[in-house]
């Protein structure tokens, strides 16, 4: 079963992007690029 979640991009912190999951509390995660977020998130 497929769950799909929404990121969110939180800010630009010293030229990393960070973001999270809205509906996962305390899940962040970071990349140098949005594309780098958006696999990083995958694995947290």
């Not at 999951?21 to 694995?43: A, C, M």
Request: proline share 2%.
């Amino acid at each position: 079963m497929k769950h799909h979640y929404r990121l969110e991009y939180c800010w630009l912190d010293d030229g990393w992007y960070i973001g999270r999951l809205k509906e996962v509390p305390g899940v962040f995660s970071q990349g140098e690029t949005l594309v780098e977020l958006e696999e990083n998130i995958r694995d947290a």
